[in-house]
């Protein structure tokens, strides 16, 4: 799955697509889902912050939107064409969400070791995703929310996230016009997990672990010093 990634830009003015108006947060190496942030997506007119999370558009109240927010940071691409929580958005409202890497954990015995996982041949990945846009019935203010789409993971995800063996969508630039413009059965075909090669990979430090550090922190992309197994990780995946 996907619950946490980083934006952190080193050339914002390169930025792909129509991302260059958007706001890129600072700092932005550790995001987690479950704070629900503000995050660039694209769509098919334009850039614009959203918060990570969807809310139906069908949801009526606060109490059930905070509840189906909790588990809807991921849709699998293979069922959310027939999940109510995920259909509309799917059907209507694809987008792209950037990323400069995002993280994962490999299990070994009971311990989690944390990876960051980035692309080996660009600045940027753009995850496939969907929208929808929920109006407080309190405020009446609209909310725009998204979900980065999920896919069966790839020979080197398999190894990093040993267990339930998924990673995010990663839509090539080439496509991005294809998943933002096309038809949602079209759409099928670009879910697809990306050759192991376009990704990279290191161990990143076990702090990562526990929610009671701040950990959006540059040590967050850091590699460990455990020069061997980020070693033996790398000649593992190519």
Same mark, same amino acid.
């Given at each position: 799955?996907?619950?946490? !990634? /980083? $934006?952190?830009?080193?050339?914002?003015?390169?930025?792909?697509?129509?991302? /260059?108006?958007?706001?890129?947060?600072?700092?932005?190496?550790?995001?987690?889902?479950?704070? %629900?942030?503000?995050?660039?997506?694209?769509?098919?007119?334009? =850039?614009?912050? =959203?918060?990570?999370?969807?809310?139906?558009?069908?949801?009526?109240?606060?109490?059930? =939107?905070?509840?189906?927010? +909790?588990?809807?940071?991921?849709?699998?691409?293979?069922?959310?064409?027939?999940?109510?929580?995920?259909?509309?958005?799917?059907?209507?409202?694809?987008?792209?969400?950037? =990323?400069?890497?995002?993280?994962?954990?490999?299990?070994?015995?009971?311990?989690?070791?944390?990876?960051?996982? !980035?692309?080996?041949?660009?600045?940027?990945? $753009?995850?496939?995703?969907?929208?929808?846009?929920?109006?407080?019935?309190?405020?009446?203010?609209?909310?725009?929310?998204?979900?980065?789409?999920?896919?069966?993971?790839?020979?080197?995800? /398999?190894?990093?996230?040993?267990?339930?063996?998924?990673?995010?969508?990663?839509?090539? $630039?080439?496509?991005?016009?294809?998943?933002?413009?096309?038809?949602?059965?079209?759409? +099928?075909? $670009?879910?697809?997990?990306?050759?192991?090669?376009?990704? %990279?990979? !290191?161990?990143? /430090?076990?702090?990562?672990?526990?929610?009671?550090?701040?950990?959006?922190?540059?040590?967050?992309?850091?590699?460990?010093?455990?020069?061997?197994?980020?070693?033996?990780?790398?000649?593992?995946?190519?």
């Amino acid at each position: 799955m996907c619950f946490s !990634y /980083s $934006l952190k830009s080193q050339k914002p003015t390169q930025l792909p697509l129509d991302f /260059s108006p958007v706001m890129i947060p600072e700092p932005g190496f550790f995001l987690s889902g479950f704070h %629900h942030p503000q995050l660039p997506i694209q769509h098919a007119k334009g =850039a614009e912050m =959203a918060q990570w999370g969807l809310i139906p558009s069908w949801v009526k109240s606060q109490s059930k =939107a905070q509840e189906l927010q +909790k588990l809807s940071l991921n849709a699998r691409w293979e069922t959310a064409h027939e999940k109510p929580m995920f259909r509309q958005a799917w059907n209507q409202n694809p987008c792209l969400i950037l =990323a400069s890497g995002f993280f994962e954990w490999q299990t070994q015995g009971k311990a989690k070791i944390p990876h960051f996982i !980035y692309p080996s041949d660009a600045d940027f990945f $753009l995850f496939g995703g969907i929208f929808d846009d929920f109006v407080d019935p309190e405020t009446g203010e609209l909310i725009r929310t998204y979900s980065i789409l999920t896919t069966e993971a790839n020979e080197m995800m /398999s190894h990093i996230h040993n267990v339930k063996k998924r990673m995010p969508v990663i839509i090539d $630039l080439k496509n991005a016009d294809a998943w933002l413009n096309g038809r949602a059965e079209h759409r +099928k075909s $670009l879910c697809l997990p990306v050759p192991s090669e376009k990704l %990279h990979a !290191y161990e990143v /430090s076990k702090e990562l672990n526990s929610v009671k550090v701040d950990r959006n922190q540059a040590w967050a992309i850091e590699p460990t010093q455990n020069k061997h197994n980020n070693l033996v990780l790398s000649l593992q995946l190519k």
